[in-house]
């Protein structure tokens, strides 16, 4: 493992994040307020219509979004709080970037070879381990997935050419 | 004494063999589950939800709800071992819980929080007992207005209640309202929200959002802390046991106040985590030596745990009397109950003894042997966490991912896993409370079918609300509670203006 990373300098200031989300809440409610209002958003001859109930959620969303823009706006000592520091950035991005590719890999290669390589990079990465631990790690976790979801459960996982190759798909 | 008959034949479902076995196994997920940063009781039980749609409905909701008694269990150790909290409603624990084990009284620490849980689960369930009948008494009274004044209510009552970020909650509730209209509207038939795209059609799945706000969002929290854990040694010999024992009963009154903090929460759906820091600050305001809180005192331990455990247990009593679930893992339990094919409601314990009987037969004995557990167990436990990072981290993930793809067996559910895993992260870091949002996405549906139902019966008119006893007493509770915040601020701004 890589020695703790000392850097304590703001990456993003709290301030900031609350006004981007804020931002974002006040697009999102308008955009169901919108959609809603093309369906119907009226009160029927039988009560609401079906864009009544989203289109007041909304219009609400985009309110409540509106008013902490506001107010954050005018806390300017918010600007000084961090949100996150750069150092904790480092380490999130070092967990969410490899997260990413897996997730995204799941469909072509299926989730069991994907889960190894997984696991086998993280300890490549952040550990120091004997080659083989490294190799028998991930093999044994995803032959307990295996056993567990195909044979105990019956509950079929996502998977891709290597389990065709070898006869399980 | 009815509830005594129907308690026997609870017993009898829940402690055949086969109905133990997965107690026990419920209970020993729930602790590995509960010491596991990133793997709680509301995601950990949602990601074993589809494990169980071919079980029996009662043995299906024994497993899972001893999965939530081991959990609770279970965020004890690492909150005072590593001060690491596992579990939100244990974050309270590590106050005095660690101070404690730095001072070597580990042992101690863990018999009193685990000891505490037991008490609090215990008076919760006794609760449950007595009130269970007394909900099946006024079960025909209920139709869509009535249920929807009970929505109504609960969702007031979040509001009311985050008196700091009444604003932030309304935001996370209205997103998961949003949320939920998504896909076909089961009144008239037509699309909504989905905006042209096929894989919307079928609306949000709750149980991606809880996997994806409450477990990636927790383990990015977590690794911002650092790659590695460090924690006491834990040890926990017979004889520490018994000394805390001793000591306890002098905190009896702390625990009472306790309980009843926490069975109140759970029953108003506060849910757990707030009520241990509520208990945790009564007991400080009315304990003799308050300034030695936060220093190691036992009774800093016994109280936001007898108050968690005592939430958690109550929670569930909403959830299948009302619909209502108390927190977000009631939440995902009712969401077991619908796929199992129950109506929670005052009907099922009516309609479904057994099932109601047997789970409350089953969290007496669940608790009493997740106790036994936890208490032999320590080390082992303990143990989970000196896996290296490396290791343990990428395994939670698979897990997650696997999780939210068995839920719908679609692989676009890990990809919006993912996007609320960001959200989540981002929301807990400003202050967005992820409950309300999770309750509305369950409830959302639900709460404005019963509103069109209710229209329809009333042609239109809202008097309906008001129309009976029960109806109109919940709706007025309703609008007293969502107005108090505003009402409280207005009373410092005159004060306030006064003042100066």
């Not at chain 1, 995803?142 to 019956?154: D, G, N, P, R």
């Not at chain 2, 905190?251 to 241990?276: E, H, K, Q």
């Not at chain 2, 939670?396 to 960001?422: K, P, R």
């Not at chain 2, 870091?429 to 549906?445: E, F, I, Q, R, W």
């Amino acid at each position: 493992m890589s020695a703790p990373q000392q850097d304590d300098r703001s990456a993003v200031s709290y301030w900031t994040m609350e006004a981007v989300v804020a931002i974002v809440l006040i697009a999102l409610g308008a955009l169901v307020a919108f959609d809603s209002a093309r369906i119907g958003a009226r009160w029927g001859d039988d009560g609401p219509q079906a864009g009544y109930f989203p289109f007041y959620v909304g219009v609400i969303l985009s309110l409540v979004g509106a008013v902490t823009l506001f107010t954050s706006l005018r806390r300017t000592l918010a600007r000084a709080h961090s949100f996150v520091s750069r150092g904790q950035l480092r380490l999130i991005l070092r967990l969410l970037v490899p997260f990413l590719v897996f997730v995204v890999a799941i469909k072509p290669l299926g989730l069991y070879a994907t889960s190894a390589i997984f696991i086998a990079y993280f300890m490549w990465r952040m550990g120091d381990f004997a080659w083989w631990l490294s190799a028998l790690i991930p093999v044994g976790t995803v032959a307990v997935l295996f056993l567990m979801f195909e044979v105990w459960f019956k509950v079929p996982l996502p998977k891709g050419p290597l389990e065709a190759m070898l006869g399980l798909g | 004494m009815e509830q005594f008959a129907a308690l026997a034949q609870g017993f009898a479902v829940a402690a055949s063999p086969e109905n133990f076995v997965l107690m026990l196994v419920g209970i020993l997920l729930g602790v590995i589950i509960g010491v596991l940063p990133g793997l709680g009781g509301a995601n950990g039980i949602a990601i074993l939800l589809p494990l169980t749609f071919s079980m029996n409905p009662t043995s299906a909701i024994i497993m899972l709800s001893c999965i939530y008694w081991g959990a609770l269990f279970g965020g004890a150790i690492t909150s005072i071992l590593f001060n690491i909290p596992g579990e939100p409603w244990s974050v309270a624990t590590t106050f005095d819980g660690y101070p404690l084990a730095q001072q070597g009284r580990a042992g101690t620490a863990l018999t009193a929080a685990f000891t505490a849980s037991f008490v609090g689960a215990l008076l919760a369930v006794l609760l449950i007992t007595f009130m269970a009948p007394l909900v099946a008494s006024f079960a025909l009274r209920f139709g869509p207005p009535e249920f929807f004044s009970v929505y109504l209510l609960t969702f007031c009552a979040f509001i009311g209640m985050n008196r700091g970020a009444a604003l932030k909650t309304v935001a996370s509730m209205m997103i998961g309202f949003g949320l939920a209209a998504v896909g076909l509207d089961t009144v008239t038939g037509q699309l909504r929200l989905t905006f042209g795209f096929t894989e919307m059609l079928k609306g949000f799945d709750f149980l991606i959002a809880v996997i994806g706000l409450f477990g990636i969002g927790e383990i990015l929290l977590t690794i911002e802390e650092g790659l590695s854990f460090r924690g006491s040694k834990a040890r926990l010999s017979l004889r520490v046991v018994f000394e805390t024992w001793r000591e306890l009963p002098r905190y009896w009154l702390s625990s009472l106040r306790s309980a009843g903090v926490g069975c109140l929460m759970g029953i108003v759906p506060g849910g757990a985590t707030p009520a241990s820091f509520m208990a945790y600050g009564v007991a400080k305001r009315f304990s003799p030596d308050a300034e030695q809180f936060g220093k190691g005192q036992v009774e800093g331990v016994v109280a936001p745990e007898t108050a968690a455990h005592a939430a958690g247990t109550t929670a569930l009593l909403p959830m299948m009397a009302l619909g209502v679930p108390g927190s977000p893992t009631a939440a995902v339990l009712l969401g077991g109950l619908l796929i199992w094919g129950l109506q929670p409601g005052p009907l099922l314990f009516v309609e479904q003894k057994d099932f109601v009987w047997g789970l409350i037969a089953s969290m007496y004995l669940g608790n009493l042997t997740g106790l036994l557990v936890v208490l032999s167990g320590v080390p082992l436990f303990a143990a989970i966490l000196r896996i290296p990072f490396a290791i343990i981290a990428p395994v939670i993930l698979i897990i997650c991912a696997v999780g939210a793809y068995t839920v719908h067996n679609s692989v676009f559910d890990i990809y919006l896993m993912f996007a609320f895993g960001i959200v989540g992260y981002v929301f807990k870091k400003l202050n967005y409370p992820l409950a309300p949002l999770v309750l509305a996405l369950v409830l959302g549906d639900r709460a404005e079918d019963s509103f069109r139902q209710s229209m329809l019966l009333s042609q239109g008119s809202l008097g309906i609300f008001f129309g009976s006893g029960i109806a109109g007493t919940l709706t007025t509770l309703a609008i007293v509670l969502l107005v108090w915040p505003l009402l409280g601020s207005m009373r410092t701004r005159s004060r306030r203006a006064a003042t100066t």
